[in-house]
T-cell receptor
Framework: DTGVSQNPRHKITKRGQNVTFRCDPISEHNRLYWYRQTLGQGPEFLTY????????KSRLLSDRFSAERPKGSFSTLEIQRTEQGDSAMYLC?????????????FGQGTRLTVV | DAKTTQPPSMDCAEGRAANLPCNHSTISGNEYVYWYRQIHSQGPQYIIHGLKNNETNEMASLIITEDRKSSTLILPHATLRDTAVYYCIVRAGDDKIIFGKGTRLHILP
């Protein structure tokens, strides 16, 4: 257990429905990252936050995707009008910079299946 | 795009040292070399990172060449539980992590 918690662990939804995932980072970590991973591929960067500020969004994050971190603690990733191509593992990570100590720790992910 | 090149797969006998190579010829002076691994259906697990000196922790050793253009992750006594995909990453500070395809390590009994 890395201390990064993601819920739910699994989600099955019908095409066209909206889904929301939650990530609870390690408590003192100010950076929070979201990734997507499909079968056989490495994780792909989606977006990341410094406290509540969203610093960067990947081109992969279409208009149907939105991420928030309202109080600089937990974060949510929402997908609107899901498509079958959204089926993937969604991973969250967090980190805190202290000198050269900047390692990021990942949660176990939320596996989304769109049927 | 990932700034590292790794072999797609490797085999290692159980109990032997596993040496995983990584090329990062375009690494910048402020970028660290990180290694993560991912066991099937789990999130990536941090292993080790370094800037220019060799590093060792309870999981592995990291050897970085003097010109910093390549590195080797060493698992000293591989076990079946070390079977995973290993990712070599270059990263500045706490910037986003860009993953490549990694090396799929098979530990053979």
């Amino acid at each position: 257990d890395t201390g990064v918690s993601q819920n739910p662990r699994h989600k099955i939804t019908k095409r066209g429905q909206n889904v929301t995932f939650r990530c609870d980072p390690i408590s003192e970590h100010n950076r929070l990252y979201w990734y997507r991973q499909t079968l056989g591929q490495g994780p792909e960067f989606l977006t990341y936050f410094q406290n509540e500020a969203q610093l960067e969004k990947s081109r992969l994050l279409s208009d149907r995707f939105s991420a928030e971190r309202p109080k600089g603690s937990f974060s949510t990733l929402e997908i609107q009008r899901t498509e079958q191509g959204d089926s993937a593992m969604y991973l969250c990570a967090s980190s805190f910079r202290q000198g050269a100590r900047t390692e990021a720790f990942f949660g176990q992910g939320t596996r989304l299946t769109v049927v | 795009d990932a700034k590292t090149t790794q072999p797609p797969s490797m085999d290692c006998a159980e109990g032997r040292a596993a040496n995983l190579p990584c090329n990062h010829s375009t690494i910048s002076g402020n970028e660290y070399v990180y290694w993560y691994r991912q066991i099937h259906s789990q999130g990536p697990q941090y292993i080790i990172h370094g800037l220019k000196n060799n590093e060792t922790n309870e999981m592995a050793s990291l050897i970085i060449t003097e010109d910093r253009k390549s590195s080797t992750l060493i698992l000293p006594h591989a076990t079946l539980r070390d079977t995973a995909v290993y990712y070599c990453i270059v990263r500045a500070g706490d910037d986003k992590i860009i993953f490549g395809k990694g090396t799929r390590l098979h530990i053979l009994p």
